[in-house]
């Protein structure tokens, strides 16, 4: 295992209570009712909405909340701070009324929300504008996944990712800086199999010299499992992780590497805005065997997907965010709380939504030309999720 050292820059929280103005949608004739579509600037529609539920997390992964950063003395968030459960419905609500049709419960670690599977129930009873269920799913890196998974489904929850960056115990210990056993991680993954979650999708960030050694076996192991394996790239999100473009593993090298071993055939994206490149597994006739199943590569540093981002994000205090690698959100919590209506938010969502111009990994990835908010310090990963 080799780690670059670096300066760690310490986040501090009045950066995270920072919000940038709503624009005045109070006005009388200026409010803009929901209409089950949005679009922002440049034609990309609002489709799903990623709900931070706590600012916690249970492991130090290095690339997310390094442990010299994030200390027992850290300052998290205040409980009152927090968006309640009715809050986080309310907002979720006028979403889903522009035409979100997936929410996704990211953190921080999401199952450490005290009684998040009444968050869940709350959410599984919206509709989107066509009349169905929401696609309600969860990130997680599974260490509380077995005691959970099936009242996680009781609730509502239809399927779920797990982080897992590697098989190898030692490897994965290594990245998670807290001595969790990969196999309570696997156990939890049964578990959420047995309980009827799925399909259920695997996120292995890679990265360079630290765990890409755990490329084939983490694909050995699931192929054919029916559990899509993605690997992604390590992002440069937040101020505390250091991170490098040395450090990043590109996913076509990954493709390559795999190719070497495992036969892979490129597949077609599953729906609009997906960010994974998909690859199935190709049979002794250079055709793809849906039964070894799949795999995909996020290319957040290489190949920017901006164009088609769909994504908007809220943070566990009612932050908007429009782009993972913003430096402020728009406070809707103070909306929340204060006498707005519903159809006030609604309005406020949809002018925010439409004014949305965000293209980081496009301009990161631009010659010569340097990225939005450069020298500000982004939002950091365990605040708004992945």
Known sequence: MSENSHTRIVPLIDQRSAGLSIPDSHTAGALLPAQGQLRDTRGRQLHDLRISVTDRCNFRCSYCMPKDVFTKDYPYLPHASLLTFEEITRLARQFVAHGVQKIRLTGGEPLLRKNIEILIAQ??????????????????????????????????????????????????????????????????????????????????????????NQILPMARHFKGTGIVLRFIEYMDVGATNGWRMNDVLPS???????????????????????????????????????????????????????????????????????????????????????????????????????????????????????????????????????
Not at 182 to 187: A, I, N
Not at 307 to 330: I, M
């Open 123 to 212: 959410l599984a009873a919206l509709r989107t504008v066509h009349g169905l269920p929401l696609d309600l799913t969860l990130t997680t890196n599974g260490a509380l996944l077995a005691r959970k998974a099936a009242a996680l489904k009781s609730a509502g929850l239809n399927r779920l990712t797990v982080s897992l960056d590697g098989l190898d115990d030692r490897v994965f210990r290594a990245m998670n800086d807290v001595d969790f056993p990969v196999q309570d991680v696997l156990d939890g993954i049964a578990a959420a199999r047995a309980a009827g979650l799925g399909p259920i999708k695997v996120n292995m960030v890679v990265k360079r010299g630290t765990n890409d």
């Open 252 to 386: 076509a090298d990954v493709i390559t590497l795999l190719q070497q071993e495992l036969p892979l055939l490129p597949l077609e994206a599953s729906q609009p805005g997906e960010t994974a490149q998909r690859w199935g597994y190709a049979d002794a006739d250079g055709k793809h065997d849906p039964a070894a199943g799949e795999i995909g590569v996020i290319s957040s540093v290489t190949r920017a997907f901006c164009s088609s981002c769909n994504r908007a994000r809220l943070s566990t205090e009612g932050q908007l965010y429009l782009c993972l690698f913003a430096s402020q959100g728009y406070n809707l919590r103070e909306l929340v709380r204060g006498e707005s209506s519903d159809a006030e938010l609604a309005s406020a969502i949809a002018h925010i939504w439409q004014a949305r111009t965000d293209r980081y990994s496009e301009l990161r990835g631009s010659e010569g030309a340097a990225p939005p908010g450069e020298g500000r310090r982004r939002v950091e990963m365990s605040y708004i999720g992945g």
